[in-house]
């Protein structure tokens, strides 16, 4: 069960977006989905192609540190830190904060390029999800058409590697929404406007799963 300032997120998103009250259901799983991830310390392996690539590094830049809410490491980490360098421990204590592990499939330059030229180019990011997924992990796939060949293959990888599987797109839901274990379909079907949507329900994504983690009580 979420807590109750992780819900009042989710309905602040809704209040301002009314449209997007069709998607409450999958909002509310996919939230759960990532918490689980996360208490269980595993990790979100996330892509997309163009814009959404774009938000791919996005969403990870908001997880990886602090989002809303201040991340203090936890006292065994500032232990460690104090015994074995002393030295820079109040630095990096003052600085590091605790993470959401998250990892952009778009972002491997010599990777993708490598694999593209040599293999097969539309399965570039199945390639990272076999190598980097465990079971537990979730695994997000972005595409505004939900036809995105390369996302889509990136899915299917990751059903046979045991990860969740949460699908962002459009009105539609395409192939994607198929494969996925929650989809979430924003009512719009014009690309930059299904991209409005996306960053709401991402920057929504990111300071829920961080108030379960980080939140108080």
């Not at 992780?6 to 998103?13: A, F, G, K, N, W």
């Not at 999958?26 to 996360?38: G, T």
């Not at 192609?49 to 969403?59: K, P």
């Not at 079971?135 to 990751?158: P, Q, R």
Request: glycine share 6%; with cysteine.
């Amino acid at each position: 069960m979420l807590k109750k300032t992780t819900l009042s997120i989710i309905e602040i998103l809704i209040k301002r977006q009314p449209v997007l009250s069709v998607c409450l259901d999958a909002f509310l799983s996919s939230v759960e989905a990532l918490y689980v991830c996360y208490s269980n310390q595993h990790k979100l392996l996330v892509c997309g192609n163009g814009g959404s690539a774009a938000d791919s590094e996005h969403i990870v830049g908001e997880l990886m540190k602090g989002f809303l809410l201040p991340r203090k490491l936890k006292r065994a980490v500032q232990d460690q830190f104090e015994f074995m360098f002393p030295e820079d421990a109040a630095y990096f204590i003052e600085n590091l904060q605790g993470s959401l592990p998250a990892l952009s499939l778009v972002n491997p330059i010599a990777f993708n390029t490598a694999f593209t030229n040599d293999q097969a180019p539309n399965l570039c990011f199945a390639q990272q999800v076999l190598g980097l997924g465990n079971a537990g992990d979730v695994f997000l796939g972005i595409s505004t058409s939900g036809y995105s060949e390369n996302v889509i293959y990136a899915a299917k990888a990751a059903k046979v590697r045991d990860l969740t599987v949460l699908a962002l797109t459009g009105q539609d839901g395409g192939e994607l929404e198929a494969v996925a274990d929650i989809c979430i379909k924003v009512p719009e079907t014009e690309t930059y406007r299904i991209q409005e949507y996306h960053v709401m329900i991402y920057h929504m994504f990111c300071a829920a799963v961080e108030n379960e983690i980080f939140g108080k009580p």
